[in-house]
């Protein structure tokens, strides 16, 4: 009997979710599961995704803990400990994730965790790159008397010490140069190893494989858009408001397109977020194609890319593609995108462009360029933790060792 790999995932798990986490990769080698939380975490939540199964591997879905418990024990009797493997892809976002973080342990088997989300947590201005959990920045958080964010922040450091103490060394965490401190810190009685972002570790796949067939057959760039304001969903968790018109938003992306279109002479292909399948874009954006779930393959071919902002920069930085960050007055109002972005295009060394003003935007243009030294360092230190292997190969290897 194969052991297997349990995979615990927070939201509606689709096509784009198995890519992500490569699970082609343990097919030949595990049984695969997965269990989707996303009911317990959130009714309202589960409410915005569709349910359907587009994975071809078997999915359950739980309405209360003690059926869950009840698939934990049946899993634990066929395979035994020592044969099953929990991928826990959770973040630490309150007490429900907490929980499952801990009976979870109810296996007692090894548990891989990923920490290595392929962005900067902080800016690298002056080619720094500061952890956000070192000793400092902890001291300076203490005396910032934003209360509600210092006690986010002591939830976030209680639920980690909390889940490796428990875990121990059966837990191992899979993360990046620049987190590999901080992660020792945060679980200090657990197990963690050098690994890769998802897109960093499907590009090593993805580079050795790759054939000289290119999805468009004319010169292009790429739009890789989110999933707002086309849909809620990740709102209810972030505790964001959407500050987008979708009317507006769709003219000024089209007016943008136009415009460069016309200046530089190459077409807008747009990738849509996956969690916006099914949604009518040919309406939006007529005259432009649409391709889901190939974005590496897209902008690894391309002139350069468009995003708010975007872990798919990893594949312009790997494929040394130029970068352009867009805003809107609208998206200026949102100020957890407004922290968030300016990390990004601030550690990319880019500024953003105002797509509605036609200044900033033929400013843009005419600098489209890119900084090799800045994208090198980026992708050492948020995105490559191990250049030669995939994140399969090295989580197999913790698991047989």
């Known amino acids: 009997m194969k ?38 975490l959130s009714t309202k939540l589960a409410l915005t995704y569709k349910e359907f199964n587009e994975s071809k591997y078997p999915i359950y879905c739980f309405k209360s803990y003690s059926n869950w418990l009840r698939r934990l024990i049946l899993n634990k009797k066929k395979y ?41 947590f902080k800016s690298d201005k002056n080619n720094q790159f500061s952890d956000p959990n070192s000793y400092g920045s902890v001291l300076r ?17 209680s639920q980690t010490y909390i889940l490796s103490i428990i875990s ?23 197990r963690a190893t050098l690994g890769s972002s998802n897109d960093y570790s499907r590009s090593i796949i993805f580079r050795k494989e790759k054939s000289s067939n290119s999805l468009i057959n004319y010169k292009y760039c790429v739009f890789v858009d989110s999933y707002r304001p086309y849909i809620k969903g990740d709102d209810l968790i972030l505790g964001q408001k959407n500050t987008l018109n979708l009317n507006l938003w769709v003219k000024q992306l089209n007016f943008y397109f136009d415009y460069i279109e016309k200046k530089i002479g190459v077409k807008t292909v747009i990738a849509p ?25 897209l902008i690894s071919g391309s002139e350069f890319i468009i995003n708010r902002q975007s872990t798919a920069i990893s594949y312009a930085m790997i494929y040394s593609k130029p970068i352009i960050f867009i805003l809107t007055k609208d998206l200026m109002k949102d100020s957890i995108h407004m922290k968030s972005a ?12 105002r797509i509605d003003d036609i200044e900033d935007i033929r400013k843009s243009i005419n600098s489209l360029s890119y900084n090799a030294s800045i994208y090198k360092r980026y992708i050492d230190m ?8 995939s994140n399969p190969d090295i989580i197999k290897e913790i698991f047989y060792k």
Request: glycine share 4%; charged share 25%; with cysteine.
């Open 3 to 40: 052991p297997l790999l349990l995979v615990i995932w927070p939201w509606r798990f689709k096509k784009f979710d198995e890519e992500k986490i490569q699970l082609s990769l343990y097919e030949n080698e595990f049984d695969i599961e997965v269990n989707d939380m996303c009911d317990l």
């Open 80 to 120: 035994n400990s020592k044969n099953i493997l929990v991928l826990f892809c959770l973040p630490n976002n309150g007490i429900k994730y907490l929980l499952i973080g801990i009976l979870i342990n109810i296996l007692n088997c090894k548990i891989i965790r990923f920490d290595a989300p392929g962005v900067s």
């Open 141 to 157: 958080n203490l005396f910032d008397f934003n209360l509600f964010d210092y006690l986010n922040r002591l939830l976030y450091y």
């Open 168 to 190: 121990r060394k059966r837990l191992c965490l899979l993360t990046v140069k620049s987190r590999i401190r901080s992660i020792k810190r945060l679980y200090p009685f657990s």
């Open 273 to 297: 977020h996956p969690k916006t399948k099914g949604y009518n874009f040919s309406e939006l954006f007529p005259s432009r194609d649409l391709i889901y779930d190939k974005t590496e393959q």
């Open 342 to 353: 300016s990390i990004l295009w601030e550690s990319c060394g880019q500024s953003p462009t």
């Open 382 to 389: 948020h995105l490559s933790g191990s250049i030669d292997k």
